[in-house]
């Protein structure tokens, strides 16, 4: 099993990531746009699943990059 999944990869306003226990304590999650401009972190802890509203994000391409070495970086694609 993956240790961490996006529930979909086109989102309008709610990103909703799944955890594995695994790695669950102490994550961070950054989310980069395609100009590679931090626009987003989040500190997670013992969160199985995790839902960020990314509602004022502007459309198009982001990448989830997380603190754990395993994982690797996620795309998705905000759109209205």
Request: proline share 4%; charged share 20%.
């Amino acid at each position: 099993k993956d240790l961490i999944n996006l529930n979909e990869t086109i989102v309008t306003r709610w990103l909703h990531i799944e955890v594995s226990p695994s790695v669950q304590k102490d994550l961070s999650i950054e989310i980069y746009n395609a100009l590679g401009q931090r626009v987003f972190i989040h500190h997670a802890t013992d969160q199985g699943l995790i839902t960020l509203d990314i509602a004022a994000f502007a459309d198009g391409i982001y990448f989830l990059k997380t603190n754990h070495p395993q994982i690797p970086t996620l795309k998705f694609l905000k759109t209205s």
